[in-house]
């Protein structure tokens, strides 16, 4: 194609897949809802973000259940199905099997919403990747082929805009895409990145509307607030680097044969377990976080501390016994809930409790997943958070960074740019 053709098509594209990453996300929002209606009756949002009123019982069999039913699904999917594909080795050029992706990530939904441990914001990103390689190869034949990068970015774009369509933030996606997934930032990755991540939002928000992900106060952050942020930053930074070495050992290490028929189930009941007393850990960490960002006693602290260690044991298990699923939520919850504990042991003097949760969050999700804007940008999307949280945010995001390096070491992309020079 020539340039200008090029472009059009491009656009085109662009407009097609926010709509198609939008509608993905809503379809997998309501399949969420009624997972959690079905397994544990109750309906989710910011101010009930857990199952109450359940009896231990009943809350121990909902994630028994939803162990076994989705360690029986992955078992077959894995046995007789076209391999699942990442949307890394998807950008890089391998295919996504469509209807093998679809059946993956309403699992993962099915899972997070019986209460499993782990994030659900991969499915609504894996399942806009895989459309937009099937509306490439639509166009292919009809002669309409992108250029590599094109290609790899519209991919990298249309998961980006899942996570937009989920949570209603668009910076937040376009970060994801030019951050992680692209490593690129240039005017046409932000433009295609950002236009498609703004569409899956307005599609997303025909059903979610415009509310926080999570409730905290109005105050403004006041610059008193830097010195606490100089303590828990690096430590959040050196724990979200061990999170990651952790979930990615979970990862590589996964249960893929027969084995993931007891192993995951097995996970699921500890995890229901648990929760009899801590049901906080439940889900994909919105709980956990909430509970940390309206903590208000003394009292609290161990809850949170014990809640914390517990989620990331958990997720981390997880993982290890063969689901699949997101690992953003669950560093915010542990995040959240050491920022929390931090200012509830300093008092009023550094500023509101759910203030210092909000760092510790960004902090720690900076560090995990190694993109300090795209956390900073999240919790300042998903909290409707006004200017004033800028400076500590990112300043706890760099000083994240700096701490996750004392247990991580080098990333693979500072290796190769110092190769490089």
């Known amino acids: 194609m020539d340039k200008r053709r090029e472009n059009l098509v491009l656009a085109a594209a662009t407009l097609v897949l926010g709509v198609a990453a939008g509608l993905g996300a809503v379809l997998l929002s309501v399949f969420l809802d009624v997972i959690e209606q079905l397994f544990l009756h109750f309906q989710e949002s910011a101010a009930h973000p857990f199952a109450t009123g359940l009896a231990p019982w009943q809350q121990v069999l909902a994630l028994l259940g939803g162990g076994v039913a989705a360690a029986v699904i992955w078992y077959l999917l894995r046995r007789f199905a076209r391999p699942t594909v990442g949307i890394a080795s998807a950008i890089k050029g391998t295919e996504m099997p469509l209807l093998t992706t679809l059946v993956h990530d309403f699992t993962q939904i099915l899972y997070v919403g019986a209460g499993g441990s782990v994030g659900r914001e991969l499915a609504p990103r894996e399942l806009a990747a895989a459309v937009a390689q099937r509306l490439q190869r639509v166009l ?22 899942g996570f937009a369509g989920v949570y209603i933030a ?21 433009v295609v990145s950002f236009t498609m991540s703004v569409i899956a939002m307005l ?7 415009f509310k ?27 724990l979200g680097g061990w999170f990651r070495r952790a979930f990615k050992w979970a990862g590589a290490r996964a249960t893929k044969d027969r084995n993931i028929l007891w192993q995951l189930p097995l996970v699921a009941l500890a995890t229901g377990v648990v929760a009899v007393k801590f049901p906080q850990i439940m889900g994909n960490g919105r709980a956990l976080a909430q509970t940390a960002m309206h903590g208000d006693a003394a009292r609290l602290i161990p809850l949170l501390l014990v809640g914390a ?40 003097v550094v500023g509101p409790v ?15 997943q190694q993109a300090p804007f795209m ?18 945010l990112g300043l706890a995001v760099s000083l994240a960074m700096v701490g996750a390096r004392l247990t991580m070491g080098p990333t693979p992309e500072a290796s190769s740019l110092s190769r490089q020079r």
């Open 354 to 368: 759910w203030q210092l949760a909000i760092i510790g969050a960004a902090a720690l999700l900076a560090a995990s």
């Open 212 to 238: 926080p992900y999570y409730l905290v106060g109005q105050a403004p952050f006041a610059p008193k607030i830097v010195l606490a942020v100089l303590v828990l930053a690096p430590v959040c930074g050196a």
């Open 309 to 348: 260690a517990l989620k990331a044991v958990v997720t981390v298990a997880t993982l290890r016994a063969g689901a699949s699923g997101g690992t953003l939520t669950p560093s915010i919850a542990i995040g959240a809930s050491l920022g929390a504990v931090l200012a509830l042991l300093l008092g009023p």
């Open 203 to 209: 599609v997303g928000s025909l059903l979610k509307g």
């Open 375 to 392: 956390a900073m940008f999240m919790l300042i999307e998903v909290s409707h958070l006004d200017y004033s949280a800028i400076l500590p």
């Open 140 to 161: 292919a034949r009809h002669g309409l082929r992108f250029s590599e990068p094109d290609r790899q970015l519209l991919v990298a774009a249309a998961a980006g805009a």
């Open 170 to 190: 668009p910076l937040t996606g376009t970060m994801f895409a030019v951050e992680i997934l692209l490593h690129k930032v240039s005017r046409r990755t932000v």
